[in-house]
C-alpha cells in the first residue's frame, strides 16, 4: 500500500481557482494510476479524473471536463489537480486514490486512499 496525505483545499469564490496536491510515500509512486474524488455529504463518492502510470493517460468526469486538470510528478511523489473555473457545485472533500491497476475508475478499483481536503466554492 501507499500512503497518501491531500493538500490545497480551501474556500474560493465562484469563477476561482485551487490546486490539490495528492502527495505520496511508502512505495514507488510511479507504479500507480491515481484518481480524485470527491463526496458530499450523504452521497457516493464520485469519480472526478484519473491518470495512469503506463502512459500518462487522463480522463474526466463529464462536470470537470475542461476545467480541470490531474497531472503527475512522479520526482516529487506528487499528483495533482488544477481546478479552473470552479462553481458552488464543485464543493465537496475532495480525495485522492491510487492503486497498481492500469485504468481503475470505481472506488472499489483503488487500494489506497487519503483522508480527504475540503473545498468550498461560494457564489
Known amino acids: 500500500q501507499v500512503q497518501l496525505v491531500e493538500s490545497g483545499g480551501g474556500l474560493v469564490q465562484a469563477g476561482g481557482s485551487l490546486r490539490l496536491s495528492c502527495a505520496a510515500s511508502?512505495?514507488?509512486?510511479?507504479?500507480?494510476?491515481v484518481g480524485w474524488f470527491r463526496q458530499v455529504p450523504g452521497k457516493d463518492r464520485q469519480f472526478v479524473a484519473r491518470?495512469?502510470?503506463?502512459?500518462?493517460?487522463?480522463d474526466y468526469a463529464d462536470s470537470v471536463q475542461g476545467r480541470f486538470i490531474i497531472s503527475r510528478d512522479n520526482a516529487k511523489n506528487t499528483v495533482y489537480l488544477q481546478m479552473n473555473g470552479l462553481k458552488p457545485e464543485d464543493t465537496a472533500v475532495y480525495f485522492c486514490?491510487?492503486?497498481?491497476?492500469?485504468?481503475?475508475?470505481?472506488?472499489?478499483?483503488?487500494?489506497?486512499w487519503g483522508q480527504g481536503t475540503q473545498v468550498t466554492v461560494s457564489s
Open positions: 486514490a491510487a492503486d497498481h491497476k492500469p485504468y481503475p475508475q470505481l472506488v472499489a478499483d483503488f487500494g489506497s
Open positions: 511508502g512505495r514507488t509512486f510511479s507504479s500507480y494510476a
Open positions: 491518470i495512469t502510470y503506463r502512459s500518462g493517460r487522463t
